[in-house]
């Protein structure tokens, strides 16, 4: 895998904001206080317009301020090295959506703590993994000086402006990165096409959409549908000032489909893990009383041309 030019820091973020510092590696004392002193129980909801640069500034400084609380709640279910799809646990291991994947060069979109990467590597591929969060690039560090082991390859960026030559990789995947919280996903498909091989794989796994229709709750309050699916008004969280703190894009499935295909791939699968018996763990909307009565993960597997 191959860079396009050397780039300069500043320039792998377009939507840094001044004065930001990029990414670096933390000293041994960064993870003995909170990322951020942020209080967002105040932060109002509604479904509004979201441009580009709004839901990418929103992004990353959401999962900045989270990360921290987001490892320690789901770190155990993902794992250091497990390559999981989605709340469901389907895992790669098993469902192999991206195939052989020894000796293979592998971009991760949206890797958080690099996770995956991490299984990817331990199976002979030589991973990259992309996030644009700093705080959760590094508790990916973190997790490899934990492991005493060979840190994962990291890079901060958006994931719609990929800092990558042409033609760079084998396989592409995303496990809940990156896709529902660009504002251009048409964009990013288009990305991710420009950055893989002939006939290199896209496999990337998101809320299912039909989910958007329903309220994110666990329970039976989550079971009748209070919205239209064909609503694709984004969901934004804003501070009192009115700037958003937290964005998520819906896309229906047939939007998803044109969006690869307009890109240049060819749709090879779409699947919708069922709930598995004997898992009894929630994850925000997801549980087992609703995974067991409509789909909780879309995976979509393209192939480029």
Do not use: K
């Not at 009192?240 to 699968?269: K, M, Q, S, W």
Request: hydrophobic residues 40%; negative net charge; charged residues 30%.
């Amino acid at each position: 895998m191959i860079l396009a030019t050397t780039p300069d820091p500043e320039d792998l973020d377009p939507f840094r904001e001044e004065g930001e510092t990029p990414f670096e590696a933390p000293d041994d004392s960064v993870f003995d206080a909170p990322a951020a002193d942020a209080d967002e129980d105040d932060d109002e909801a509604l479904r509004r317009d979201a441009g580009v640069v709004e839901s990418s500034r929103a992004s990353r400084h959401w999962w900045d301020r989270n990360a921290d609380e987001y490892q320690d709640e789901h770190g155990e279910f993902l794992g250091d090295a497990r390559f999981t799809w989605c709340p469901e646990g389907l895992d790669e291991a098993d469902a192999r959506l991206l195939g052989e994947v020894a000796g293979r060069d592998v971009l991760e979109i949206g890797a958080g703590a690099a996770q995956c990467s991490r299984w990817l590597a331990a199976r002979g591929a030589r991973p990259v993994a992309l996030d644009i969060s700093h705080r959760q690039l590094q508790h990916s560090l973190r997790i490899d000086q934990a492991r005493g082991a060979d840190p994962v390859a990291v890079v901060q960026a958006d994931a719609a402006v990929l800092p990558f030559a042409d033609g760079s990789f084998d396989l592409a995947c995303s496990a809940y990165g990156a896709v529902p919280f660009s504002a251009d996903t048409a964009a990013l498909m288009r990305e991710v096409h420009r950055v893989l091989r002939p006939g290199g794989r896209w496999v990337f796994s998101v809320t299912h959409p039909i989910r958007w229709a329903f309220p994110d709750e666990p329970g039976v309050e989550g079971l009748t549908a209070t919205a239209s699916y064909f609503d694709r008004t984004p969901y934004v969280e804003q501070d009192d000032e009115g700037r958003a703190t937290y964005v998520e894009h819906h896309r229906t499935v047939g939007d998803r489909v044109r969006e690869l295909v307009g890109a240049g791939f060819r749709l090879l699968d779409l699947v919708e893990p069922e709930w598995p018996a004997g898992l009894d763990q929630e994850w925000g909307g997801w549980s087992p009383l609703r995974g067991r009565l409509f789909p909780g993960t879309a995976i979509f597997v393209a192939e480029r041309g």
